[in-house]
């Protein structure tokens, strides 16, 4: 078991919690080895399991050829798979990162290993098949763990589309995707009628809209849970910035995140 200091030096790199049945568990400390690697949960509708934390790519990853920088992320990339994570979120909106992803796990002989959930974020079924082939050349792959439609762009003819490379084998799972408290209904309605294999939302301590319609809702259809902006975007570090870790949380052990309130 690991305090939270030891918590936040391990996983500063992941940036999108895998959470399947949304209550958070890092069992013990990814720095040691196998035994003591990340809890994992599994994805319903298949059982196959997954670590609880994974890494998102939206920012971290827009970066062009510089070699101080790739190698930052190389060597995050390494220390994110030496810990246990797999899961890997991007998307081709996402300016370089589907490609800087790619390159990185293919020099380091890394992609086998990763879990790639990208996305969809056009508009027509011929427009969403050509998409998702320009994203497997810059993942350097033929296939993808996960495809999601992003922020339910054009979600039915997406969900479709993303539901025949399933069939063809281009895909393993399929998930529909937002990041806003507004749009939080609307999601919850698409997962009720298509009942994707995944659904990714906002969640963080201080931001827990997602429980009142999504999670219940993903929980009575067995649909797996990517949360997003765990973080606020960064504002949960800038608000404990300077202030000493409390002597409790510096002894306590990691177990499952309780809910507060």
Not at 70 to 93: H, K
Not at 170 to 176: D, N
Request: one cysteine or more; proline letters at 4%; aromatic letters at 6%.
């Amino acid at each position: 078991m690991i305090n939270r200091r030891q918590f936040l030096g391990t996983t500063a790199a992941a940036t999108l919690t895998a959470i399947i049945d949304p209550a958070l568990a890092l069992a013990k400390s990814s720095i040691a080895g196998p035994e003591n690697a990340l809890a994992t949960r599994a994805i319903p509708s298949s059982g196959e399991r997954l670590p609880v934390i994974g890494m998102g790519t939206s920012g971290s990853f827009e970066i062009g050829n510089d070699a101080a920088e790739r190698e930052a992320r190389r060597e995050v990339l390494r220390r994110f798979f030496a810990g246990g994570g797999s899961l890997i979120d991007t998307a081709p909106s996402y300016s370089t990162a589907e490609s800087v992803v790619g390159d990185l796990l293919a020099e380091l002989k890394l992609r086998e290993r990763a879990f790639i959930a990208t996305k969809l974020s056009s508009t027509g079924r011929e427009a969403g098949r050509a998409q998702f082939a320009e994203s497997l050349k810059r993942l350097r792959t033929d296939h993808v763990e996960l495809l999601q439609v992003h922020n339910l762009r054009d979600w039915r003819i997406q969900l479709a589309v993303a539901r025949e490379l399933k069939a063809e084998g281009k895909v393993r799972y399929v998930g529909l995707t937002h990041f806003r408290d507004s749009a939080h209904d609307e999601l919850a309605d698409a997962v009720k009628e298509s009942k994707p294999d995944f659904l990714q939302i906002n969640y963080s301590v201080t931001d827990r809209e997602a429980e009142k319609r999504v999670f219940p809702t993903a929980r009575e259809l067995g649909v797996a849970v990517l949360a997003n902006r765990n973080f606020d975007d960064g504002e949960l570090f800038a608000r404990v910035k300077g202030k000493p870790v409390p002597g409790w949380a510096e002894q306590a052990p990691c177990g499952p995140i309780q809910r507060i309130g």
